[in-house]
């Protein structure tokens, strides 16, 4: 089986660095997702590593390493708009669907 | 260019009842992806369509149904609704099964009484 934890609930400064983490422990490892999702709204696809490392992309990276089951996302320069849930999802194998975490929901202050 | 569309956004039904949720797919996708997503969790899986077929499955009984037509579009039908269904369903489709362009739907959100 599956099983993904990451933190509830984050609360973070607007302009600040927030890095959201989230463990795994899946059979077949094969890539891992981050999806935002505001409330009410479809979760959008932020980024994908299945290689370890840093993946960068404007504001926001994405780290791995498979070898500790572990991910992370950071969020610079945040935002208020930056206030959602994030989503960290792993695919097993060669199955065609995601297994999600439970999700953390960012509060942005001023 | 359109992306995922879900009807209806909210539906409230009795215990016991059924109820079909709709989705047509980005344009270009020809691959539906269901999810149910309760409140203050992550979207779990319930199956794939692909080539009017379903392709995989997830840990959902078989009160749960689905459809895909020629048109790539898709419905989740659930017979003998339970307080437990209630959710927010998601959908979402992609290429060729390809979860990694993967394009969601804002959802419907189901309530039973």
């Known amino acids: 089986g599956q099983n993904i934890d990451q933190p509830t609930e984050m609360t973070a400064t607007e302009g600040a660095i927030v890095q959201i983490n989230c463990t795994y422990q899946?059979?077949?490892?094969?890539?891992l997702f981050w999806y935002q999702q505001h409330a009410g709204e479809a979760p959008t696809f932020l980024s994908y590593?299945?290689?370890?490392g840093l993946e960068e992309k404007g504001r926001f990276s994405s780290f791995l390493s498979r070898s500790k089951g572990y991910s992370y996302l950071l969020l610079k320069e945040l935002q208020m708009k930056d206030s959602a849930s994030y989503l960290c999802?792993?695919?097993?194998?060669?199955?065609?669907?995601?297994?999600f975490g439970t999700g953390t929901r960012l509060t942005v202050i001023p | 260019d359109a992306g995922v569309t879900q009807s209806p956004t909210h539906l409230i039904k009795t215990r016991g009842q059924q109820v079909t949720l709709r989705c047509s797919p980005k344009?270009?996708?020809?691959?539906v992806s269901w999810y149910q997503q309760a409140l203050g969790q992550g979207p779990q899986f319930i199956f794939q369509?692909?080539?009017?077929?379903?392709?995989q499955r997830g840990n959902f009984p078989d009160r749960f149904s689905g459809h895909q037509f020629p048109n790539y579009s898709s419905e989740l039908n659930v017979n003998a609704l339970l307080l437990g269904d209630s959710a927010l369903y998601l959908c979402?489709?992609?290429?060729?099964?390809?979860?990694?362009?993967?394009?969601f739907g804002s959802g419907t959100r189901l309530t039973v009484v």
């Open positions: 979402a489709s992609s290429f060729k099964g390809n979860n990694y362009g993967y394009t």
């Open positions: 899946t059979s077949g490892f094969n890539g």
């Open positions: 590593n299945v290689l370890d």
């Open positions: 999802a792993v695919r097993e194998g060669g199955a065609n669907n995601l297994f």
């Open positions: 344009s270009g996708h020809d691959t």
């Open positions: 369509y692909y080539e009017e077929e379903e392709r």
